[in-house]
T-cell receptor, first 114, second 112 residues
């Protein structure tokens, strides 16, 4: 099945700086890559996603890039703010048959230092 | 719309007890999912359903059962609770033609 690796596990940045979180996936048949933000005690919330036919997608301060050849994708957050502090998960959806659903990375705890 | 709702929010079970985690969505989504999240880990798929009357196993189905008698509801059943089932359980749903999954707030389960 699919395997998703996520790095780093913890990331601390100064407010206003940029943050980058990286993920790799194992199966080239995966075609959908969402990023979720999870605040303490809450369920994951989608912040941005990208499909395998697109290399980059941007939404205000958040961007995601995808390199299909290398099988990795990254989340970029610019001009970080205190409310960006949370745990971020990358995921991949396998389209090659078998169970539907997402395979998640282990998460990155993003800490924004004032 | 309330979105995806889950009950209870928190529960303590003794080993061997059984319980049902409730999940409901009011968005008329055909696809529904159950995930578990262990500390410091990503979510793992337990079971999913592509519509009423249809369920299938995910990555970690052992010790759980599901049913889908209506489009709205997708309960998860634990028959003989074990300490290894201590986790946070999330339910999610999506439209058939869309990839985005919407998650509920989770149920925290402690098995002692």
């Amino acid at each position: 099945g699919e395997n998703v690796e996520q790095h780093p596990s913890t990331l601390s940045v100064q407010e206003g700086d940029s943050a980058v979180i990286k993920c790799t996936y194992s199966d080239s048949a995966s075609n959908y890559f969402p990023w979720y933000k999870q605040e303490l005690g809450k369920g994951p919330q989608l912040i941005i996603d990208i499909r395998s036919n697109v290399g980059e997608k941007k939404d205000q301060r958040i961007a995601v890039t995808l390199n299909k050849t290398a099988k990795h994708f990254s989340l970029h957050i610019t001009e970080t703010q205190p409310e960006d502090s949370a745990v971020y998960f990358c995921a991949a959806r396998y389209s090659g048959g078998g169970a539907d659903g997402l395979t998640f990375g282990k998460g990155t705890h993003l800490i924004i230092q004032p | 719309n309330a979105g995806v709702t889950q009950t209870p929010k928190f529960r303590i079970l003794k080993i061997g007890q059984s319980m049902t985690l409730q999940c409901a969505q009011d968005m008329n989504h055909n696809y529904m999912y159950w995930y578990r999240q262990d500390p410091g880990m990503g979510l793992k798929l337990i079971y999913y359903s592509v519509g009423a009357g249809i369920t299938d196993k995910g990555e970690v189905p052992n010790g759980y059962n599901v049913s889908r008698s209506t489009t709205e509801d997708f309960p998860l059943r634990l028959e003989l609770a074990a300490p290894s089932q201590t986790s946070v359980y999330f339910c999610a749903s999506r439209e058939t033609a869309q990839e985005t999954q919407y998650f509920g707030p989770g149920t925290r389960l402690l098995v002692l």
